[in-house]
């Protein structure tokens, strides 16, 4: 796949990660040349199929995260983060029509910035495998209690003040039969008896389309999610440049996007400012990532140094 974006023109040499590793387009198109003479298309052909199914595939795990679930990606950003994540964004959110996709600052050290910043959470439960109408609200009570006594006990130990822990409580349920279950909230404070079994069947039919209401309801597990909140960073908000994004750029590089020619702009991310407003085609070089901005799109750079990408009107 970095063969493929390098020979369409879409990284940037010398700037590959930093500039501290060389790549050579060169090289990349003697690759791609004996796999072309296989499949009988021409080298562009070839890694324009490559991105092709690189995206299809990282589509197809967003479908199942979302669409299969029961949510309409439509309703949502794309967050895109890693080293190559901002080089496939935008055409992934186009095939989900995702209107909005949003670039953290620093993506491609996100995941290690986020298991360092990360809440411990652990997971406690207990099978009941009773219909709901068989059960008492104080013996869902009561095992509650139990579960947040003792998920409260393996915090402490591990560090946590126990008023810093946060006690999540879910119900899996099922219809009587089934052998999956889908995990409701439970909050017994404002839940009447049976207000859990009317959430159920709402989430029945948002995850696989139908329910049945007149169905009995089983309550297979109780589950507590214990919650450590560590300290916490507060981003800083950056005051407000002039949209004229010039001080970032760099170059003019070819690019190839669905069989035309283009001139992208490179720019660096590093001095991009809040405000700035990049059109596409673009390229946005970092030390650890570059983003592809396709033509029809623009680029604005909020107060936390994230790229707001959209579609232009």
């Given at each position: 796949?970095?063969d493929?974006?390098?020979v369409?023109?879409?990284?940037?040499?010398?700037?590959?990660?930093g500039?501290?590793?060389?790549?050579?387009?060169?090289?990349?198109?003697?690759?791609?040349?004996?796999?072309?003479?296989?499949?009988?298309?021409?080298?562009?052909?070839?890694?324009?199929?490559?991105?092709?199914?690189?995206?299809?595939?990282?589509?197809?795990?967003?479908?199942?995260?979302?669409?299969?679930?029961?949510?309409?990606?439509?309703?949502?950003a794309?967050?895109?983060?890693?080293?190559?994540?901002?080089?496939?964004?935008?055409?992934?959110?186009?095939?989900?029509?995702?209107?909005?996709?949003?670039?953290?600052?620093?993506?491609?050290?996100?995941?290690?910035?986020?298991?360092?910043l990360?809440?411990?959470?652990?997971?406690?439960?207990?099978?009941?495998?009773k219909?709901?109408?068989?059960?008492?609200?104080?013996?869902?009570?009561?095992?509650?209690?139990?579960?947040?006594?003792?998920?409260?006990?393996?915090?402490?130990?591990?560090?946590?003040?126990?008023?810093?822990?946060?006690?999540?409580?879910?119900?899996?349920?099922?219809y009587?039969?089934?052998?999956?279950?889908?995990?409701?909230?439970?909050?017994?404070?404002?839940?009447?008896?049976?207000?859990?079994?009317?959430?159920?069947?709402?989430a029945?039919?948002?995850?696989?389309?139908?329910?049945?209401?007149?169905?009995?309801?089983?309550?297979?597990?109780?589950?507590?999610?214990?919650?450590?909140s560590?300290k916490?960073?507060?981003?800083?908000k950056?005051?407000?440049?002039?949209?004229?994004?010039?001080?970032?750029?760099?170059?003019?590089?070819?690019?190839?996007?669905?069989?035309k020619?283009?001139?992208?702009?490179?720019?660096?991310?590093?001095?991009?400012?809040?405000?700035?407003?990049v059109?596409?085609?673009?390229?946005?070089?970092?030390?650890?990532?570059?983003?592809?901005?396709?033509?029809?799109?623009?680029l604005?750079?909020?107060?936390f140094?994230?790229?707001?990408?959209?579609?232009?009107?």
């Amino acid at each position: 796949v970095t063969d493929a974006n390098l020979v369409l023109g879409r990284l940037v040499p010398e700037f590959f990660l930093g500039g501290r590793m060389k790549i050579y387009q060169d090289r990349s198109i003697k690759v791609l040349e004996n796999l072309s003479k296989k499949i009988k298309k021409s080298v562009v052909e070839t890694a324009a199929g490559i991105i092709e199914i690189a995206n299809a595939n990282m589509e197809k795990a967003i479908r199942v995260i979302s669409i299969e679930r029961g949510f309409d990606p439509r309703n949502f950003a794309l967050f895109s983060f890693g080293g190559a994540g901002g080089m496939h964004a935008v055409e992934i959110a186009s095939h989900l029509r995702i209107a909005r996709v949003i670039v953290p600052a620093n993506a491609g050290v996100l995941s290690a910035l986020g298991l360092l910043l990360a809440d411990s959470i652990k997971d406690y439960s207990k099978s009941i495998l009773k219909t709901a109408d068989k059960i008492k609200r104080g013996e869902l009570d009561a095992h509650f209690s139990n579960l947040k006594q003792k998920s409260l006990k393996y915090m402490v130990e591990e560090g946590f003040v126990e008023d810093d822990v946060k006690i999540l409580p879910f119900l899996d349920l099922r219809y009587l039969g089934q052998s999956y279950e889908i995990t409701i909230p439970y909050r017994n404070k404002s839940f009447s008896d049976s207000h859990f079994v009317s959430e159920f069947h709402k989430a029945h039919q948002r995850v696989y389309s139908y329910n049945h209401p007149d169905r009995p309801v089983e309550i297979v597990n109780i589950r507590i999610k214990a919650v450590g909140s560590g300290k916490k960073i507060r981003l800083k908000k950056l005051p407000l440049k002039d949209s004229n994004p010039e001080k970032a750029f760099i170059k003019k590089q070819a690019l190839l996007y669905h069989g035309k020619k283009y001139q992208a702009s490179v720019f660096t991310r590093s001095l991009l400012n809040p405000r700035n407003t990049v059109y596409g085609p673009s390229l946005i070089v970092d030390c650890e990532s570059t983003t592809f901005l396709p033509p029809s799109y623009s680029l604005e750079v909020d107060r936390f140094l994230n790229l707001i990408i959209q579609k232009e009107e």
